[in-house]
């Protein structure tokens, strides 16, 4: 090989070598910014906050959402736990209490934390012309989608709390309306958001129409009373009328990595921008549901993420800063002090408030 081949080789290799370098470095620094969120199905709520979090916070390599597809709550905990590249999830608050009784993954339970309540979801039981009550549907077909989703999670919760024993079809929701249509199954449960887009341009004129929940003492230990109205459905439900159903809590939860790990730090900063950015979810064209969420609404029996819970107190910190510094420029004000001397007076008094003996 003479020594002008030899030298194109060479050049050649380190060409490669240095294009493969600055992939591998491209794709590092990609990743390093990636957040994967596991929703819910096409047809629901879940998929539709996910894009809201995709279309707000994205912001190139720094942070980049992923929104995907899940296949309810309790594969959602699993994806969380045991999925590479899935960060947060979108799942139900009842998911903690159904799944200790799962002992593949009741013993890292503690593990999971969430960031934030986001809203809640109504359980929608549309039934057939035949069915009056939720108590008829007994040994009768009803759909409570498949196996792990979150609505065969609360509707099978749900159904054993009323004693109802329904013979349980295990169909996706699309499928199971068009089975509901023909009688084939005399009814569907499904948990999600109102108004939800299967249902909302619905007409009454086959007798189909939403069963009334009874809000029985049981339930409501768990679960929040919730209506469905005329507006939310108005083909299935009369003007001024209101169908009695419960709420089951929307969480945004992550597994409890160590600090110092990567996975750590990439949900952390994904928490500090949709913490500092929330008031953008509360324009249109987002979802109407972020109207809904409280950030600072706790969850009993879970476990906030620490960097939220740090995010929370700072907040509450300034806002008490605020207060005080509003309240003392009115003390000061009607004592004819300028503005000028205001500010000084309020950081002295800030100085001498920390060093006062507690």
């Known amino acids: 090989m003479t020594k002008g081949i030899l030298g194109a080789v060479l050049l050649g290799l380190w060409l490669t070598a240095g294009g493969a370098w600055a992939a591998d470095a491209r794709g590092a620094t990609a990743n390093s910014g990636t957040v994967g969120i596991v929703s819910g199905g096409v047809e629901g709520t879940y998929v539709r906050i996910a894009s809201d979090l995709a279309a707000v916070l994205d912001s190139g390599d720094d942070l980049r959402i992923v929104p995907m597809l899940g296949k309810g709550s309790v594969q959602n905990i699993k994806d969380i736990m045991f999925l590479k590249g899935v960060d947060v999830g979108i799942v139900q608050s009842d998911v903690l209490a159904y799944v200790k009784r799962d002992r593949t993954i009741a013993g890292a339970m503690p593990r999971i934390k969430y960031i934030a309540k986001l809203y809640n979801e109504e359980l929608h039981i549309l039934a057939g012309p035949d069915v009056a009550r939720v108590e008829d549907l007994a040994g009768r077909k009803v759909n409570i989608d498949g196996a792990g989703s979150g609505t065969h999670m609360t509707a099978s919760l749900i159904f054993g709390m009323l004693g109802v024993r329904v013979e349980p079809q295990s169909d996706d929701q699309a499928l199971a309306l068009e089975k509901l249509r023909r009688g084939e199954i005399s009814a569907m449960a499904y948990v999600a958001g109102k108004p939800t887009?299967?249902?909302?341009?619905?007409?009454?004129?086959?007798?189909?129409?939403?069963?009334?929940?009874?809000?029985?003492?049981?339930?409501?230990?768990?679960?929040?009373?919730?209506?469905?109205?005329?507006?939310?459905?108005?083909?299935?439900?009369?003007?001024?009328?209101?169908?009695?159903?419960?709420?089951?809590?929307?969480?945004?939860?992550?597994?409890?990595?160590?600090?110092?790990?990567?996975?750590?730090?990439?949900?952390?900063?994904?928490?500090?921008?949709?913490?500092?950015?929330?008031?953008?979810?509360?324009?249109?064209?987002?979802?109407?549901?972020?109207?809904?969420?409280?950030?600072?609404?706790?969850?009993?029996?879970?476990?906030?993420?620490?960097?939220?819970?740090?995010?929370?107190?700072?907040?509450?910190?300034?806002?008490?800063?605020?207060?005080?510094?509003?309240?003392?420029?009115?003390?000061?004000?009607?004592?004819?002090?300028?503005?000028?001397?205001?500010?000084?007076?309020?950081?002295?008094?800030?100085?001498?408030?920390?060093?006062?003996?507690?």
């Open 197 to 358: 887009r299967l249902f909302r341009d619905l007409k009454a004129d086959g007798g189909l129409h939403f069963l009334p929940v009874p809000l029985t003492g049981e339930l409501l230990e768990t679960y929040l009373p919730s209506r469905l109205t005329s507006g939310d459905y108005e083909g299935l439900i009369k003007a001024g009328e209101t169908v009695d159903t419960v709420a089951v809590g929307a969480v945004m939860a992550v597994y409890g990595w160590n600090r110092d790990s990567e996975r750590y730090r990439k949900v952390a900063r994904f928490v500090e921008a949709f913490f500092n950015r929330f008031p953008e979810f509360l324009k249109p064209p987002r979802h109407p549901k972020w109207t809904e969420v409280n950030l600072a609404a706790e969850l009993p029996g879970w476990s906030r993420f620490e960097p939220a819970e740090a995010w929370l107190r700072q907040a509450d910190a300034a806002a008490t800063d605020v207060t005080k510094r509003d309240a003392f420029r009115a003390f000061v004000t009607e004592r004819g002090v300028t503005p000028d001397q205001t500010e000084k007076l309020f950081e002295q008094f800030l100085l001498w408030q920390a060093r006062a003996p507690r």
